[in-house]
Every structure is written in structure tokens, then in C-alpha cells.
């Protein structure tokens, strides 16, 4: 069974850094992409991150560009997300996602599992 943990969450004032990890077990990590998604109060969940199975090839939502890093250990079975000069739009929760394929995606329905998410709260 595939499973997804996100710890690292919390609160930070703008401007900051965070970094967000994610756990995966139960799968063949180096066989599938990996992806970063937040939903903010009130709204659906957006695209962040994404991050080839390889680590070679990396896409980011305009709005984190520059900001975010996204990167993956196969041998550790990790996905950090770097996050700095957070904003208070940034504040969310902030879901890890896997796809069974080699090649990134940014829309939510090309992942089919998800972690439990963390949440992410700057204050301003």
C-alpha cells in the first residue's frame, strides 16, 4: 500500500524559509513522479511543484518560481520542497502526490495518491 507522510509544516512569518519533506513507502519510488499541490482556505487545490522520477526535470506554478525548490532522493525515499521568502498567500495546505510514470504533471487528477497534507500558515 502506498503511502505519503508530509512532515514539516508550520507556522513562519513572511519572508521566511520552510522546508516541507515527504516520506513515500510501499512503492518503487524511482518509478514515479512526484508533485507538490496546496489548497488555501476557500479555494481548490492548485499545483506547486513536480519532479521527474530521476530528479533531472522539475516544473513550478509561476506564482513559486524562483522561491521554491523541489528535489527527491531515490535511496531515501524523499521529496523535500525548499520554500522560501514565503508570502501570506502561501498559507495552506500543502499536499504530496505521486504518479505511477516517469514524467511530471501539474494537474491534481494525474495523481493517484496523496498524503494526509501539512499545513503551512504565514503570517504577515
Known amino acids: 500500500q502506498v503511502q505519503l507522510a508530509e512532515p514539516g509544516g508550520g507556522l513562519v512569518q513572511a519572508g521566511g524559509p520552510l522546508r516541507l519533506s515527504c516520506r513515500a513507502s510501499g512503492l518503487t519510488f524511482s518509478s514515479y513522479a512526484m508533485g507538490w499541490f496546496r489548497q488555501a482556505p476557500g479555494k481548490g487545490r492548485e499545483f506547486v511543484a513536480a519532479?521527474?522520477?530521476?530528479?533531472?526535470?522539475?516544473r513550478y506554478a509561476d506564482s513559486v518560481k524562483g522561491r521554491f525548490t523541489i528535489s527527491r532522493d531515490n535511496a531515501k525515499n524523499t521529496v523535500p520542497l525548499q520554500m522560501n521568502s514565503l508570502k501570506p498567500e502561501g498559507t495552506a495546505v500543502y499536499y504530496c502526490a505521486a504518479r505511477p510514470f516517469y514524467g511530471t504533471r501539474t494537474g491534481a487528477g494525474e495523481y493517484g495518491c496523496w498524503g494526509q497534507g501539512t499545513r503551512v500558515t504565514v503570517s504577515s
Open positions: 519532479i521527474n522520477w530521476n530528479g533531472g526535470i522539475t
